[in-house]
């Protein structure tokens, strides 16, 4: 059950460091829905969200991953 549809929102409210929030969302393959919240530094916008949103994509499929084939072991 890969992930299919990834995506980010950085909140718009600075914080006072100017950090601001960032809340990913991960859509699987049987419609699962995973969300991750993170505060990006100030100074970093949209590429430095990209690619971590990209390498957390991988992270997650790996977890999945493993989740499935743990099910399938187990019998579940």
């Known amino acids: 059950?890969?992930?299919?549809?990834?995506?980010?929102?950085i909140d718009a409210h600075a914080q006072a460091n100017g950090?601001?929030?960032?809340?990913?969302?991960?859509?699987?393959?049987?419609g699962r829905v995973i969300t991750q919240q993170y505060l990006l530094p100030a100074g970093q916008g949209a590429t430095e969200a990209q690619?971590?949103?990209?390498?957390?994509e991988a992270q997650v499929n790996t977890s999945l991953a493993?989740?499935?084939?743990?099910s399938v072991i187990n019998g579940a």
Do not use: C, G, K, W
Request: negative net charge; aromatic residues 10%.
């Open 1 to 9: 059950m890969p992930i299919v549809s990834s995506d980010y929102v």
């Open 51 to 56: 690619a971590l949103l990209d390498a957390r």
């Open 19 to 30: 950090s601001h929030y960032v809340t990913e969302t991960f859509t699987s393959s049987d």
């Open 66 to 70: 493993e989740q499935e084939a743990e």
